[in-house]
Protein backbone atom coordinates (compact mmCIF):
# COMPACT_ATOMS: atom_id res chain seq x y z
CA UNK A 1 0.00 0.00 0.00
CA UNK A 2 1.37 3.58 -1.08
CA UNK A 3 2.03 5.06 2.31
CA UNK A 4 3.35 9.18 2.70
CA UNK A 5 4.59 9.49 6.45
CA UNK A 6 5.14 13.28 7.96
CA UNK A 7 6.71 14.22 10.58
CA UNK A 8 6.60 16.13 13.39
CA UNK A 9 3.07 15.87 13.80
CA UNK A 10 2.92 19.46 14.78
CA UNK A 11 5.46 21.72 16.12
CA UNK A 12 5.50 25.44 17.56
CA UNK A 13 8.45 27.46 16.59
CA UNK A 14 9.13 31.67 17.40
CA UNK A 15 8.32 34.02 14.54
CA UNK A 16 11.26 34.74 12.60
CA UNK A 17 13.02 31.29 13.31
CA UNK A 18 13.45 28.46 10.95
CA UNK A 19 12.04 25.19 10.86
CA UNK A 20 12.02 21.77 8.99
CA UNK A 21 9.22 19.20 7.91
CA UNK A 22 9.61 15.46 6.88
CA UNK A 23 8.18 13.87 4.67
CA UNK A 24 9.18 9.77 3.83
CA UNK A 25 6.99 8.18 1.47
CA UNK A 26 6.71 4.36 -0.55
CA UNK A 27 4.55 5.11 -3.57
CA UNK A 28 6.36 3.39 -6.03
CA UNK A 29 6.14 3.74 -9.05
CA UNK A 30 7.25 7.27 -8.38
CA UNK A 31 5.91 10.23 -10.88
CA UNK A 32 5.75 13.64 -8.24
CA UNK A 33 6.03 15.41 -4.74
CA UNK A 34 4.24 18.04 -4.02
CA UNK A 35 4.14 20.50 -0.82
CA UNK A 36 0.99 22.26 -0.17
CA UNK A 37 0.03 24.86 2.74
CA UNK A 38 -3.61 24.13 4.04
CA UNK A 39 -5.07 27.45 6.34
CA UNK A 40 -7.84 26.20 8.84
CA UNK A 41 -10.76 25.24 7.28
CA UNK A 42 -9.79 26.24 3.48
CA UNK A 43 -8.20 24.29 0.80
CA UNK A 44 -5.12 23.11 0.03
CA UNK A 45 -2.59 25.65 -1.68
CA UNK A 46 0.59 24.57 -3.74
CA UNK A 47 3.84 25.00 -2.33
CA UNK A 48 5.93 23.56 -4.27
CA UNK A 49 6.29 20.47 -6.99
CA UNK A 50 9.30 17.96 -7.71
CA UNK A 51 9.75 15.93 -9.93
CA UNK A 52 12.50 12.73 -10.17
CA UNK A 53 15.46 14.78 -11.22
CA UNK A 54 14.60 17.23 -9.05
CA UNK A 55 16.79 17.69 -5.85
CA UNK A 56 15.86 20.73 -4.48
CA UNK A 57 13.07 23.69 -5.32
CA UNK A 58 11.93 27.30 -3.77
CA UNK A 59 9.37 29.23 -3.30
CA UNK A 60 9.65 32.38 -1.40
CA UNK A 61 11.00 31.20 1.55
CA UNK A 62 9.76 28.12 1.45
CA UNK A 63 12.69 25.70 0.35
CA UNK A 64 11.50 21.81 -1.07
CA UNK A 65 14.30 19.08 -1.69
CA UNK A 66 13.84 15.75 -2.41
CA UNK A 67 15.70 12.48 -2.26
CA UNK A 68 14.25 9.75 -4.37
CA UNK A 69 16.61 6.70 -3.80
CA UNK A 70 15.62 7.21 0.03
CA UNK A 71 12.39 8.42 -0.71
CA UNK A 72 12.37 11.17 1.46
CA UNK A 73 11.45 15.02 1.44
CA UNK A 74 11.94 18.21 3.66
CA UNK A 75 10.13 21.73 3.47
CA UNK A 76 12.32 24.25 4.76
CA UNK A 77 10.75 27.38 6.48
CA UNK A 78 13.27 30.10 6.69
CA UNK A 79 12.47 33.26 9.39
CA UNK A 80 9.18 32.46 10.11
CA UNK A 81 5.97 34.34 10.37
CA UNK A 82 2.86 34.38 11.74
CA UNK A 83 0.82 33.97 8.48
CA UNK A 84 2.77 30.53 8.04
CA UNK A 85 0.97 29.17 10.73
CA UNK A 86 -1.22 26.17 9.04
CA UNK A 87 -0.81 22.43 8.14
CA UNK A 88 1.65 21.48 5.54
CA UNK A 89 0.65 18.55 3.51
CA UNK A 90 3.30 15.96 1.85
CA UNK A 91 1.61 14.79 -1.49
CA UNK A 92 2.84 12.05 -3.70
CA UNK A 93 1.98 10.81 -7.21
CA UNK A 94 2.66 7.63 -8.62
CA UNK A 95 0.82 8.30 -11.72
CA UNK A 96 -1.26 10.90 -13.45
CA UNK A 97 -4.74 10.75 -11.86
CA UNK A 98 -4.08 9.28 -7.95
CA UNK A 99 -2.27 10.80 -5.28
CA UNK A 100 -0.97 9.44 -1.91
CA UNK A 101 -1.69 12.76 0.85
CA UNK A 102 0.06 12.15 4.31
CA UNK A 103 -1.67 13.96 7.29
CA UNK A 104 -0.05 16.75 7.28
CA UNK A 105 1.94 18.50 9.94
CA UNK A 106 0.64 21.43 11.95
CA UNK A 107 2.96 24.19 12.30
CA UNK A 108 2.26 27.54 14.94
CA UNK A 109 4.33 30.21 14.90
CA UNK A 110 4.36 32.60 17.84
CA UNK A 111 5.00 36.66 18.62
CA UNK B 1 -11.19 35.45 -11.44
CA UNK B 2 -10.58 32.11 -12.79
CA UNK B 3 -10.78 29.21 -9.43
CA UNK B 4 -12.85 26.28 -7.86
CA UNK B 5 -15.95 27.32 -5.75
CA UNK B 6 -17.72 25.26 -3.55
CA UNK B 7 -21.28 25.73 -1.71
CA UNK B 8 -21.92 26.11 1.08
CA UNK B 9 -18.87 26.60 3.15
CA UNK B 10 -20.94 24.84 6.15
CA UNK B 11 -24.00 22.76 6.10
CA UNK B 12 -26.16 21.24 8.66
CA UNK B 13 -28.26 18.19 8.28
CA UNK B 14 -30.19 15.39 9.92
CA UNK B 15 -29.26 12.20 9.73
CA UNK B 16 -30.74 10.26 7.36
CA UNK B 17 -31.06 12.93 4.82
CA UNK B 18 -29.41 13.21 1.47
CA UNK B 19 -27.76 16.46 0.63
CA UNK B 20 -25.41 17.94 -2.35
CA UNK B 21 -22.27 19.91 -2.50
CA UNK B 22 -21.61 21.82 -5.14
CA UNK B 23 -17.88 22.31 -6.63
CA UNK B 24 -17.78 24.28 -10.19
CA UNK B 25 -14.15 25.22 -11.59
CA UNK B 26 -14.11 28.10 -14.37
CA UNK B 27 -10.28 26.86 -14.91
CA UNK B 28 -11.09 24.59 -17.99
CA UNK B 29 -9.73 21.57 -16.46
CA UNK B 30 -10.87 18.19 -17.75
CA UNK B 31 -10.62 16.14 -14.49
CA UNK B 32 -12.26 17.13 -11.50
CA UNK B 33 -11.75 15.21 -8.23
CA UNK B 34 -13.64 14.71 -4.53
CA UNK B 35 -12.08 14.41 -1.29
CA UNK B 36 -12.79 13.62 2.23
CA UNK B 37 -10.69 15.47 5.09
CA UNK B 38 -10.65 13.96 8.34
CA UNK B 39 -8.88 15.44 12.21
CA UNK B 40 -5.14 13.51 11.87
CA UNK B 41 -5.44 11.91 8.41
CA UNK B 42 -4.45 12.27 4.81
CA UNK B 43 -7.46 13.35 2.19
CA UNK B 44 -9.17 10.30 0.99
CA UNK B 45 -10.45 10.05 -2.45
CA UNK B 46 -14.15 9.66 -2.95
CA UNK B 47 -14.77 9.36 -6.74
CA UNK B 48 -12.93 11.40 -9.26
CA UNK B 49 -14.00 12.06 -12.97
CA UNK B 50 -11.73 12.62 -15.97
CA UNK B 51 -13.99 13.94 -18.17
CA UNK B 52 -17.60 14.75 -19.01
CA UNK B 53 -20.09 11.75 -18.71
CA UNK B 54 -17.54 9.90 -16.79
CA UNK B 55 -16.31 9.10 -13.04
CA UNK B 56 -14.67 6.69 -10.99
CA UNK B 57 -14.70 5.37 -7.92
CA UNK B 58 -11.95 6.30 -5.62
CA UNK B 59 -10.98 4.80 -2.14
CA UNK B 60 -13.93 5.58 0.27
CA UNK B 61 -16.86 5.99 -2.82
CA UNK B 62 -19.33 3.60 -0.47
CA UNK B 63 -22.58 6.18 0.99
CA UNK B 64 -21.71 8.76 -1.80
CA UNK B 65 -22.81 9.52 -5.51
CA UNK B 66 -21.54 12.53 -8.03
CA UNK B 67 -22.66 13.19 -11.62
CA UNK B 68 -20.57 15.24 -14.50
CA UNK B 69 -22.95 16.13 -17.02
CA UNK B 70 -20.80 19.21 -17.11
CA UNK B 71 -17.37 20.23 -17.58
CA UNK B 72 -17.29 22.98 -15.14
CA UNK B 73 -19.51 20.84 -12.43
CA UNK B 74 -19.26 17.96 -10.34
CA UNK B 75 -21.46 17.63 -7.54
CA UNK B 76 -21.53 15.34 -4.59
CA UNK B 77 -24.32 14.12 -3.25
CA UNK B 78 -23.65 12.40 0.52
CA UNK B 79 -26.72 9.93 0.81
CA UNK B 80 -28.24 8.51 4.40
CA UNK B 81 -25.78 5.11 3.69
CA UNK B 82 -22.21 6.83 4.55
CA UNK B 83 -21.81 6.21 7.94
CA UNK B 84 -19.71 8.88 8.86
CA UNK B 85 -20.65 12.02 6.83
CA UNK B 86 -19.40 14.98 9.24
CA UNK B 87 -16.38 15.66 8.01
CA UNK B 88 -14.93 18.62 5.64
CA UNK B 89 -15.17 18.00 1.66
CA UNK B 90 -13.03 18.92 -0.84
CA UNK B 91 -13.27 19.55 -4.57
CA UNK B 92 -10.16 18.96 -6.68
CA UNK B 93 -9.68 19.90 -10.27
CA UNK B 94 -6.35 19.53 -12.77
CA UNK B 95 -5.45 20.16 -16.42
CA UNK B 96 -4.32 16.40 -18.44
CA UNK B 97 -1.38 17.77 -20.17
CA UNK B 98 1.25 15.54 -17.92
CA UNK B 99 1.78 19.16 -15.32
CA UNK B 100 0.06 17.14 -12.70
CA UNK B 101 -1.08 20.84 -10.72
CA UNK B 102 -3.86 20.15 -8.71
CA UNK B 103 -6.35 23.28 -7.87
CA UNK B 104 -8.46 22.33 -4.83
CA UNK B 105 -11.39 24.46 -4.04
CA UNK B 106 -11.95 26.16 -0.26
CA UNK B 107 -14.26 23.24 1.27
CA UNK B 108 -17.83 22.86 2.65
CA UNK B 109 -17.79 21.24 6.16
CA UNK B 110 -20.51 19.23 6.72
CA UNK B 111 -22.47 18.37 10.09
CA UNK B 112 -24.50 15.52 10.61
CA UNK B 113 -26.58 15.17 13.99
Known amino acids: KNQVEQSPQSLIILEGKNCTLQ??????????LRWYKQDTGRGPVSLTI?????NTKSNGRYTATLDADTKQSSLHITASQLSDSASYIC??????????FGAGTTVTVRA | DGGITQSPKYLFRKEGQNVTLSCEQN?????MYWYRQDPGQGLRLIYY???????QKGDIAEGYSVSREKKESFPLTVTSAQKNPTAFYLC????????????FGPGTRLTVT
Open chain 1, 91 to 100: VVSGNDYKLS
Open chain 1, 23 to 32: CNYTVSPFSN
Open chain 1, 50 to 54: MTFSE
Open chain 2, 27 to 31: LNHDA
Open chain 2, 49 to 55: SQIVNDF
Open chain 2, 92 to 103: ASNRRDGSYEQY
